[in-house]
């Protein structure tokens, strides 16, 4: 596709039920990040992909998140146990190559935790 | 947690008036990056400084860079009801690759 893409858009979820996010990145794209954003703040950083392996995990908050990218291109990220704090907005973000700089967001997914 | 600071958090500007946000870092920098995010959208690429003291230009946006690579900033001049939003910058440390954001400056204009 010509942009990142996210899926969904929009989830709503009961605490304590599992949940994927998936991203499809630009192709090409071989760096691919994950961010959460919360109401009021900037970008949080959860995880690094560099091809397929995980370069930077050093922002999941805890072992409830895990996400994989397989084949080095579309990723997932994954919520066990979900909790009312995981309420945001998940961006995902490739970029050509880790020195490239510039990211390209996607539309997010805005997960809802009841 | 986030190791870049902007100020201010917000920002209400007359239509036509300049402003200047502001982004400090306790760390030196390899290199910044803004971006801008509309209201419901996302962060969408500004600019990227690399150099120490660099200063770049888009139009009516001015952004430099601090000559020890640890603070930024960003001025527009004659504010139009295009530039409401809020602006980011987000800075690599050296040895990373991990863009870290700072909270942000939301951005309001007055017709």
């Known amino acids: 596709g010509a942009g990142v893409s996210q899926t969904p858009s929009n989830k709503v979820t009961e605490k304590g039920k599992y949940v994927e996010l998936r991203c499809d990145p630009i192709s090409g794209h071989t760096a691919l990040y994950w961010y959460r954003q919360s109401l009021g703040q900037g970008p949080e950083f959860l995880i690094y992909f560099q091809g397929t392996g995980a370069a930077d995990d050093s922002g999941l908050p805890n072992d409830r998140f895990f996400a994989v990218r397989p084949e080095g291109s579309v990723s997932t990220l994954k919520i066990q146990r979900t909790e009312r704090g995981d309420s945001a907005v998940y961006l995902c973000?490739?970029?050509?190559?880790?020195?490239?700089?510039?990211?390209?967001f996607g539309e997010g997914s805005r997960l809802t935790v009841l | 947690g986030q190791q870049v600071m902007q100020i201010p958090q917000y920002q209400h500007v007359q239509e036509g008036e300049d402003f200047t946000t502001y982004c400090n870092s306790s760390?030196?920098?390899?290199?910044i990056q803004w971006y801008k995010q509309r209201p419901g959208g996302h962060p969408v690429f500004l600019i990227q400084?690399?150099?120490?003291?660099e200063v770049k230009k888009q139009k009516r946006l001015t952004f430099q860079f601090g000559e020890a690579k640890k603070n930024s900033s960003l001025h527009i001049t004659a504010t139009q009801t295009t530039d409401v939003g809020t602006y980011f910058c987000a800075g690599v440390r050296s040895n990373d690759y991990k863009l870290s954001f700072g909270a942000g400056t939301t951005v309001t204009v007055r017709a």
């Open positions: 973000a490739s970029s050509f190559d880790k020195l490239a700089g510039e990211l390209f």
């Open positions: 760390t030196t920098l390899s290199n």
């Open positions: 400084l690399v150099k120490s003291g």
